[in-house]
């Protein structure tokens, strides 16, 4: 099994990824700890997680 190399939104930090991750997939990063969404895996984009705090329509 290979992995991928992305890096941290938050810290720039290299951010090592599954070849079998899918986009929606929840990560955290071993560096700074925050919380990351996989929004596209081609090309492989991470983003901050929304919050979970978030009430969306209520």
Do not use: K, R
């Not at 990560?27 to 919050?51: F, K, R, W």
């Amino acid at each position: 099994m290979g992995y991928t190399m992305s890096e941290c939104p938050v810290c720039a930090a290299e951010i090592e990824l599954a070849d079998d991750a899918m986009a929606g997939e929840l990560l955290v990063c071993e560096d700074c700890g925050a919380e990351l969404e996989l929004t596209a895996i081609d090309p492989v984009t991470l983003a901050e997680a929304p919050s979970a705090e978030e009430d969306w329509g209520q």
